[in-house]
């Protein structure tokens, strides 16, 4: 939390705000209550706000997001949760940025606030309500840039032993939509690449290895980085975080004291809203496939102590797959796993990724404007689960 002798202009997380805003309180927008001018700063899940811009600045208190919604072009209604000596309650309230080119930037942090609020959210499970939302987003998110679910086989298939029952990838994919750099296009190498990726990923995670159907299951093998070759089987059983992990200094991961449902546990936690990956470039085509690759996520839950504030963290390398007949035999994974470890145990800050090979740009939906109005709805029931 700030402290009134902290300078407003610190280092902050990726897609905070800060500025001048008009605010008014009241459930309606044109209540006869008044606007009033202040400045705000928007930085993970809390807002603080100021009556004045100074070092010394009139602090008027901590708000956690719990809801947003767009009412017109700028303005915005914030449900808050207000905590005063101890004592919390909702109230709702209007903002809209003085300066209207700020729109979009205090649009994508609400976004990102929200998102981070909901941390909750994911790790309890997706309610009916919230995935048809979710879905309701991604379909103008189609309609609007022209992007595509990704594909990862028949989950419908009855004859899947499912590890811990079928997986609904509705809010992965939102995610995955809201956070992409490419928009590949369709039948390209690229995207049949990257399907076929996340559909070995999405194997790797939720069904047995026999019934894994993106590999050869008599020549499959792994590599990371230096790491020697580990035989398909054995990845299978130990996670791919594990073995994708392998090269890390044991300080910061040791695989050797973490197993297939540790490990999982450890990302679900720190990343609640998932962790998607995206194909950047494709050099070469089958049956010696050569790639570039990002996974982000935003860090709104806790990696083994270290709290996240919401920050996005990214992560890039190369990748090298043989196939025969579109079924991985050799798979290499070349990357730096050691800066982004660093930023989830608190060693580094999250923008210094940016520095040391992450992917650059911003999402497609940023450059252009984003719906995020209505994903996030959260009930006084919901709050407390």
């Not at 209604?77 to 905590?83: E, L, Y």
């Not at 811990?164 to 995955?176: M, R, S």
């Amino acid at each position: 939390m700030l402290s009134l002798s902290t300078p407003l202009h610190h280092k902050r997380s990726a897609h905070s705000y800060e500025g001048w805003v008009r605010v008014k309180n009241g459930d309606g927008l044109h209540a006869m209550k008044p606007w009033k001018r202040r400045y705000i700063t928007l930085d993970g899940a809390t807002i603080h706000v100021y009556k004045q811009v100074m070092t010394q600045a009139e602090f008027e208190g901590e708000i956690q997001i719990a809801r947003a919604d767009s009412e017109i072009e700028n303005v915005f209604k914030i449900v808050v949760k207000v905590t005063r000596k101890g004592r919390s309650k909702n109230v709702p309230f209007f903002v809209e940025p003085e300066d209207h080119n700020q729109t979009r930037p205090l649009l994508l942090s609400i976004a990102t606030a929200v998102a981070s609020a909901q941390s909750k959210f994911m790790q309890r499970g997706a309610t009916i309500k919230e995935i048809r939302r979710a879905q309701s987003l991604m379909d103008q998110l189609k309609s609007g840039w022209g992007f595509s679910e990704p594909d990862r086989g028949d989950l419908d298939n009855p004859n899947i032993r499912w590890r811990a029952g079928k997986p609904d990838y509705t809010v992965t994919n939102l995610a995955y939509m809201l956070g992409k750099t490419k928009n590949h296009v369709a039948g390209s190498l690229e995207v049949t690449v990257e399907n076929l990726i996340k559909t070995w990923e999405m194997e790797a995670t939720h069904v047995p290895f026999d019934q894994w159907t993106t590999i050869n299951h008599n020549k499959y093998r792994v590599k990371a980085n230096h790491m020697d070759w580990m035989e398909g089987e054995k990845a299978a059983g130990i996670g791919n975080y594990n073995w994708l992990l392998a090269s890390c200094p044991k300080n910061l991961f040791n695989v050797e004291e973490e197993t297939f449902e540790s490990s999982h546990k450890v990302f679900l936690s720190a990343f609640p809203h998932g962790f998607p990956f995206e194909v950047l470039e494709v050099y070469s085509g089958p049956p010696k496939v050569a790639f570039t690759w990002r996974h982000w996520a935003t860090f709104a839950g806790e990696y083994k102590g270290n709290k996240g504030r919401g920050e996005v963290v990214e992560l890039t390398g190369f990748g090298l797959a043989t196939l025969e007949d579109m079924k991985i035999c050799d798979l290499e994974i070349y990357y730096d796993p050691t800066y982004f470890i660093q930023v989830l145990s608190g060693v580094t800050d999250p923008g210094d990724l940016k520095t040391t090979g992450a992917a650059h740009g911003d999402p497609i939906v940023l450059s252009t404007g984003c719906p995020f109005g209505e994903f996030v709805e959260t009930s006084e029931t919901d709050s407390k689960s």
